[in-house]
């Protein structure tokens, strides 16, 4: 009797493990995602194929863009200085594209990458410790084949549509941060 209610267990919990479902283990769900053409996922996905080549891609799902491009700014007056193959209203439409976040969905082509998107929430959760270094480690626990975070702005594009411009923030420690626009 004692063998049989020991199958009983081992069988219940073989069950149990095997219905477990394995893409599941992130209790974090993504946020619904807005609707981006699908050349914007194109560009941002050249770019982030040409920049990195970690096997995991990690994009924070929500937009983001860091640098003060406002009219008359030293950044904005820097980048058309530096630049005056651009036209003068990709920056601004840039600029007008970022006034609101959107959140991105799983469009984006890896080229053979594996591209996980970091809700707000799991980003949070990972990073709201008072230690930022041992928050960096608990993210590089679950997401050791990648190089960091990658923070991506809206697109903005000239009015003739051949030219398009946003930023990039790669983030890779607590004083590990590089960000571009490109």
């Known amino acids: 009797m004692k063998t049989l209610k020991l199958y009983v267990i081992l069988w219940a919990l073989a ?17 619904k995602p807005d609707e981006l053409p699908v050349e914007n996922y194109e560009i941002y996905s050249l770019a982030i194929d040409e920049l990195f080549d970690a096997e995991q891609i990690v994009i924070a ?5 860091n640098i003060e491009l406002e009219p008359n700014s030293s950044h904005h007056t820097t980048l058309a200085n530096n630049n005056p193959e651009l036209s003068p209203d990709l920056v601004t439409d840039l600029v ?3 006034q609101e976040t959107v959140v991105f969905g799983e469009f984006f082509d890896g080229f053979g990458k594996d591209i996980v998107l970091l809700s707000s929430d799991e980003q949070n959760a990972i990073f709201e410790g008072p ?46 941060a590089t960000g571009s626009i490109i």
């Not at 069950?15 to 946020?31: I, M, Q």
């Not at 809206?154 to 983030?171: D, L, S, T, Y």
């Open 15 to 31: 069950s149990l493990l095997l219905s477990c479902d394995s893409s599941s283990n992130n209790a974090f769900e993504l946020d």
């Open 61 to 65: 799902q929500v937009s983001q863009m």
């Open 96 to 98: 007008t594209q970022n």
């Open 131 to 176: 230690e930022l270094n041992e928050s960096w480690n608990d993210f590089y626990k679950k997401y050791s084949k990648s190089n960091g975070i990658i923070s991506l702005s809206q697109i903005g594009f000239n009015r003739a549509n051949n030219q398009a411009v946003f930023e990039m923030v790669h983030m890779a420690a607590s004083l590990a």
